[in-house]
C-alpha cells in the first residue's frame, strides 16, 4: 500500500530522503530480531512498513525498540528520534546493534508527531484501519533510567534524519514516562 505526504516548501527533504534513512533503521531492526530471536524477519518487515507508513506521512516523532528480560525490565533499548529540516546531518551506516544478553521479548514503540495529534479520530481511524498490523496502548515499563547511552549515531538523507542513541550498561538516572503505542505480537525466546 502506498502513502503520500505533501512536503512544503520550507522542508529540505523529500519522500525519497525519508525512505532512505528509515532503510536503515529497517537494516537495524532486522538485524536486532534476527540476534535476539524474539522476531522473525519477515515479523520484522510487517513492523517496519507500517513505521514507514508514519513516516511517510509525517506522523512520527519517535521510534524506540526495546528488549525485555524475563524479569520484565527493559535490557537494552534503540531510541530513533526524527529530525526535520536540520543542516548538517552527516548519515553514517546503520549499525551499532550487536548484543549478547538475553532478551526474552522485543517490543516497538512509536511516538506521534503533532501532525498526527492534529488529525481528527476519523481520519486517525482511517490510517491506523490502513495499517498491516494491529498497535495498541502500551502497559509495559519503558524506562531506561537504569540504562546508560552505549552508542549514538545519526542516519540521514539531506534534511532528514534518524538521531540514535542505543541504551545498554548500567546507570542511576531520574525516571521516564513510557511511550502510548506497540504492537500487539510478543515472542518469547524458546
Not at 119 to 139: I, Q, V, Y
Not at 140 to 145: K, L, M, N, R, T
Not at 164 to 174: E, L, Q, T
Amino acid at each position: 500500500m502506498s502513502s503520500s505526504h505533501t512536503y512544503s516548501a520550507t522542508d529540505s527533504y523529500t519522500v525519497v530522503d525519508v525512505r532512505k534513512v528509515m532503510d536503515k533503521l529497517h537494516a537495524d531492526l532486522r538485524q536486532i530480531a534476527q540476534m535476539t530471536g524474539c522476531w522473525t524477519e519477515a515479523y520484522a518487515d510487517k513492523v517496519m512498513a507500517d513505521i514507514m507508513r508514519f513516516a511517510e506521512s509525517d506522523y512520527l516523532d519517535e521510534v524506540k525498540v526495546h528488549l525485555f528480560g524475563a524479569d520484565g525490565k527493559t535490557l537494552k533499548a534503540y531510541h530513533y528520534d526524527v529530525q526535520r529540516n536540520v543542516s548538517g546531518l552527516a548519515g553514517v551506516r546503520s549499525g551499532g546493534n550487536l548484543w549478547s544478553g538475553a532478551a526474552t521479548r522485543m517490543n516497538v514503540l512509536i511516538e506521534y508527531s503533532s501532525k498526527w495529534r492534529d488529525l481528527d479520530e476519523s481520519a486517525k481511524t482511517k490510517f491506523r484501519n490502513s495499517l498491516g498490523l494491529s498497535w495498541s496502548s502500551a502497559t509495559d515499563d519503558y524506562s531506561v533510567a537504569h540504562l546508560a547511552v552505549s552508542d549514538q549515531r545519526t542516519y540521514a538523507s539531506n534534511g532528514f534524519g534518524l538521531q540514535k542513541k542505543v541504551y545498554g550498561s548500567s546507570r542511576p538516572m531520574p525516571s521516564r514516562s513510557p511511550l502510548i503505542f506497540r504492537t500487539n505480537h510478543t515472542t518469547r525466546k524458546q
